[in-house]
DNA sequence: CCCAGTTATGAAATGCATTTCAAGAAATGC
DNA sequence: GCATTTCTTGAAATGCATTTCATAACTGGG
C-alpha cells in the first residue's frame, strides 16, 4: 500500500480511504489512487484488515463431514443448505470457513472466535450437542443452528416443520386407509422424534384403531437400515402397511427389502420419505415424501446470523414443509 | 499476548516462542507460559499470524454451488469430494475457505491469493473453464483440480479414468448381449467425452455389428434427462436395448422413461449409470453402475495441492474406477 | 579464575492496513 | 479583508504475533 501511495502521490491512509470508498477523499484523488492500484494489480491484504478491524467478515460452517460420510446420509439436501449459506454469505460479502470439528467440546468452537479466525457460526446439524451448543450461545457466542429447537432454546435455530411432516404423513397413509404404521429412524435426534409425534398425534386424534410400531435405527447408514428391513420383517409377523422413514434413501431401502419379503408398494404397503431427493420421483415405485427448502433455510441461516453478530436477537424459525403424493 | 507475558513475568516473544512449541524456550518457562495461556482462555490470534508469515495455511476450495444446485447434480459424489478435502486438510492444519466464484476469469482467482485470503486453490469441477485454469497455472497460481486432464493440461488434475468407466460399460453390455448402445450425457465436459471416447472404443474393437447413438443433454438438470428420454423415445423408432448415461440419476430417470414406454430394465434394456450413489442399490431393478473413489480423491487433491504450495510439481493422478454389477 | 561456548530471554523491528488527531487549504459569511 | 467553516490530506499510533539481533546467564576447559 506504501507502494501505491508513492506512485500515486498520495500516503497511505488517502490510499486506504480511496480504496474503500470513504466519502472524505476528494474524488480526482480517489480516481487517481484507484487506477494506479488496478494498474499495478494491487490488492488490500484482508488479514491485515481482519486484524485491524473488529469484525473478520468470516462465518465458519461447522458440518460433521464424518458422520455424514461415513453414515452416508448424503441426500442432497445437506448439500443445498450449504449451497443456501454459501450463496447468502457471497451475497453480503463474507467469506465461508468449512470447519468439521473434532471435539464437541464448546471450547474448540469458542477458540475459532477467539482466534478472530471468524465473527460467528453456522451449525448445519445439532446431532446430539444441544447442551454444547447451549453452553457456547449462552457464553456469547453468536451462534445459528439447523434443526429442530428444543422449546428453551436459547439459540437461534431454523429448521423445518417436523412435527407437521409427521403429520402429513400420517394423514396420508390414513387416506390410503391404512391402519399398520410403523416409523423408522433414530428417535434420539430431536427431528426424527419430533416427526414421529407428529404421526402419533395423527393416529391417536384417528377414530380408527391404528397399530403403531418402531424401528429404532442405531445409526443412519443406509446399509443398516436394509438390514433392519429385513430383521423386521424376519421378527414379526404381521406386516406394516404404511411406512414413514427419516430419509428418502432408508425408504428406498425399506422398498426393496419388503419387496423381497413379498409386499409390494403400494399395492401392500405404503411408504413416505424425507427430503424429496431427485431420484424419489424416478423411483419404482415413485416415492411419496416430504419436502424442505432447504435451500432457502441456508439463506435463512447466514441472514439471521448476520443479524445476530450486528446484535439483534432474531427469532428462531420454520421453513416450508410439504408432502409430495407420489404414488407409494 | 503481552498480558500472558506480564502474567507469565515473560516478555512477548517467550510467549510466542513457547506457544509454538520453539525448542528455543526453557521447559519450565514454556509449562508456566502454558498454564498461563490456558486458565485464561488465550489463543493466538490467527489473523496476526497469517499477516506476518508468507503462509496463511488456508486452502481455498472452488466449488460452483449455482449451477450444482440449478442442476441438481447433486450426487453425494460432490459432497465426499468435500469430504475427502476437508478432511485432509484437517489433518494438516489448514483452514478451508468456500468459495462459489462469480466470474470466470483468472483475475478473480488471482485475488483472493494477492489478498492472502489462501495459499492456494482446489477446484472442484472445471467445467468449461480449462482455458482460464490454465492462465491462472502459467501465472503461478497453485492450482489442483476435479477432471479430466486435457493432454496438454499445465495443472494438476486428479480424476477418475472416465475413458475405463466408458469401456466397462460397453463391455458389460457386449456381454448382456446388447447390440443397440444410446450414450446420455453432456460432451461438452471433458469427463463425459471421455467416457463416450471408451464406450466408442468398446463398439470398434467388438466383432458384433453395434449400432450407436447419443442423447447429447445440454444441461445436467436431471428433469431434463427424464425429459430427453420421453423425446428420444418420441421420435426414435428402435428402442435402444443398451444405455449409458453420466449419472445415476440420469439413469433412473431414463429407466423411468423407458418403462412407460413400455421397455422394462433389464429383461429388454441395460443400464449402466455413474458414482454408485447408495440409491442405486435399492432401486428397482438395482443399478448396474461404475464406481469412483471420490472421497480418496479428495484427499488427493488436498495433498498434492499442499507439495505445490512446498514448490513440489506432483503429477495428475487418476483414481479407481470400477464397474459394479447389479441387475441392470 | 578467565575465556570460549551454550542456552535462555528480551528489545526493537516487521508485516499491512486503519483510525485518530492535527493541520493545511479552500470556501463561506459578515 | 478577516474570522469561521468545511474539505482534504498526512503523521503517528494501533492491532497482534513473529523474527532478528543483542544481551545476560550459565557451563565447561585450561
Redesign the interface.
Known amino acids: 500500500m506504501a507502494d501505491i501511495a508513492r506512485l500515486a502521490n498520495v500516503s497511505k491512509p488517502t490510499v486506504s480511504r480511496a480504496l474503500s470508498n470513504n466519502p472524505l477523499v476528494n474524488e480526482k484523488t480517489r480516481n487517481r489512487v484507484l487506477s494506479v492500484a488496478a494498474e499495478h ?8 484488515q ?2 485491524r478491524h473488529k469484525r ?1 467478515n468470516t462465518i465458519a ?1 461447522s ?1 460433521d ?2 458422520s ?2 461415513q453414515n ?1 446420509i ?3 439436501f ?3 443448505l ?2 443456501g449459506v ?2 447468502a454469505l ?1 451475497d453480503h460479502n463474507q ?6 470439528p ?1 471435539h464437541n467440546d464448546a ?1 474448540a468452537f ?2 475459532i472466535l ?4 471468524a465473527d460467528g457460526f453456522i451449525i448445519l446439524g445439532q446431532g446430539h450437542r444441544e447442551k454444547m451448543l447451549a453452553d457456547c450461545a449462552a457464553a456469547g457466542t453468536p451462534l445459528v443452528v439447523w434443526g429442530a429447537a428444543a422449546p428453551d432454546a436459547n439459540y437461534c435455530v431454523v429448521g423445518s416443520d417436523n412435527f407437521l411432516g409427521g403429520q402429513l404423513a400420517g394423514e396420508h397413509f390414513i387416506r390410503q386407509g391404512r391402519r399398520r404404521f410403523l416409523f423408522v429412524g433414530d428417535t434420539s435426534f430431536r427431528e426424527i422424534h419430533e416427526r414421529r409425534q407428529g404421526l402419533k398425534h395423527v393416529i391417536n386424534n384417528s377414530d380408527q384403531a391404528i397399530v403403531f410400531d418402531d424401528v429404532e435405527l442405531q445409526s443412519f447408514r ?1 446399509e443398516s437400515a ?1 438390514d433392519a428391513a429385513v430383521r423386521y420383517l424376519d421378527v414379526n409377523e404381521t406386516i406394516p402397511d404404511a411406512v414413514f422413514t427419516w430419509s ?2 432408508a425408504a ?2 425399506f ?2 427389502a419388503f ?1 423381497d419379503a413379498g409386499a409390494h408398494a403400494p399395492d401392500d404397503v405404503s411408504f413416505v420419505g424425507y427430503n424429496d ?3 424419489a ?4 415405485p ?1 416415492l411419496t415424501t416430504i419436502r424442505q427448502d432447504t ?1 432457502q433455510a441456508g439463506r435463512m441461516l447466514a441472514a439471521k446470523l448476520l443479524r445476530i453478530i450486528d446484535g439483534e436477537s432474531p427469532k428462531s424459525a420454520t421453513i416450508r414443509t410439504e408432502l409430495i403424493v407420489r404414488s407409494t
Open positions: 494489480g494491487y490488492a488490500v491484504n484482508r488479514n491485515a481482519k486484524l473478520t460452517v458440518m463431514f464424518r455424514h460420510r452416508r448424503s441426500d442432497p445437506m448439500f443445498e450449504l449451497a454459501s450463496e457471497g467469506d465461508l470457513l468449512l470447519c468439521a473434532n471450547s469458542r477458540q477467539t482466534e478472530r479466525g443406509y436394509h428418502d434413501t428406498m431401502a422398498i426393496s419387496r431427493i431427485p431420484e420421483r424416478y423411483f419404482y415413485p435451500y
